[in-house]
């Protein structure tokens, strides 16, 4: 037997195969929705790629989406698989080459799911070195929805990331929550903050050469709990663009537009549910 048609073989008893030649084209990614207090995640394999959820206390959800043509590779046996996993293990076998790697090459990557009750296979190769890695999945949770719909948005802006950022920094993050304010008029976009030094806000003129699209309809303020919004930070400090929606609950949808090493673009996308704390206090 060749070893070619040996490869076939053990291929053959794979539902998901996805192959990449660098694999921080999938660990960039998926940083940007891993934190300590979000250690399990639920994979979702379809034709159309890989999406990874992570959720935090019923109310804020991320979703890191991997497109198809992201990989060199991507064979998918069945309609839709799904598994849940440790994100935090995960990370660490994408990265047990470490960051730094020789020349500046990427190690590259080969997945492999054989279904149900199978652990999710991991090959890395660079330089000719070879390493596997088997990770336990579970059987997945439902996750939840957030039954965020186009149709229900009341206001959209999309803006350069650079410049949310720099307005990150200037927050204060001892304020338990993050205000934004969405408005048709002035001053169209403010995000405040309530910390131990009073308050801290920043706006966002719709004329700024930051932002580049600006649908606003209505009047809209409402409160997050800033822990929750605080690791959606790792996406922005990586993305290009971010869209920031808000619908008629005031439900929050934050996406992200990254690009990889090789140009090609993935999103990631957070969704968060109002602080009903603060809104009970404004009602008081």
Same mark, same amino acid.
């Given at each position: ?32 929705? &891993? ?37 060199? !590779? *991507? ?6 698989? =799904? ?97 934004? +304010? ?5 001053? *169209? ?6 910390? &131990? ?34 690791? =959606? ?14 619908? &008629?609950?005031?439900? +929050? ?16 996308? *957070? ?5 009903? !704390? ?7």
């Amino acid at each position: 037997m060749t070893l070619s048609t040996q490869q076939r073989d053990q291929d053959s008893q794979y539902v998901l195969i996805a192959k990449l030649d660098n694999v921080r084209n999938v660990s960039t990614i998926l940083k940007a929705i &891993h934190s300590k207090d979000r250690e399990i995640a639920t994979v979702f394999a379809s034709e159309n790629g890989l999406k990874v959820t992570v959720e935090t206390a019923k109310c804020i959800q991320a979703n890191a989406f991997l497109q198809s043509e992201v990989f060199q !590779e *991507y064979r998918l046996k069945e309609n839709n698989i =799904s598994f849940q996993i440790n994100l935090t293990i995960l990370m660490e076998c994408l990265n047990i080459f470490g960051s730094n790697t020789a020349g500046g090459a990427a190690p590259a990557l080969k997945m492999c799911y054989g279904g149900y009750g199978t652990p999710l296979m991991l090959l890395l190769e660079e330089l000719g070195v070879v390493t596997d890695c088997s990770i336990k999945t579970l059987e997945p949770d439902e996750t939840l929805d957030f039954n965020f719909c186009s149709a229900n948005v009341v206001n959209k802006i999309i803006m350069k990331s650079e410049c949310l950022t720099d307005a990150f920094q200037e927050l204060d993050m001892t304020s338990e929550v993050l205000e934004i +304010l969405m408005s048709p008029d002035k001053p *169209y976009l403010r995000l405040s903050t309530f910390g &131990h030094c009073g308050t801290t806000f920043s706006d966002f003129p719709k004329e700024s050469d930051m932002v580049e699209s600006f649908q606003c309809t209505t009047t809209q303020t409402n409160r997050y709990k800033l822990s929750l919004i605080k690791p =959606s930070v790792k996406a922005l400090s990586v993305s290009s663009k971010v869209s920031m929606r808000t619908d &008629h609950r005031g439900f +929050l949808s934050l996406q992200y537009m990254i690009r990889n090493e090789d140009g090609q673009v993935c999103f990631v996308e *957070y969704y968060c549910a109002p602080d009903e !704390e603060a809104e009970d206090e404004d009602y008081d």
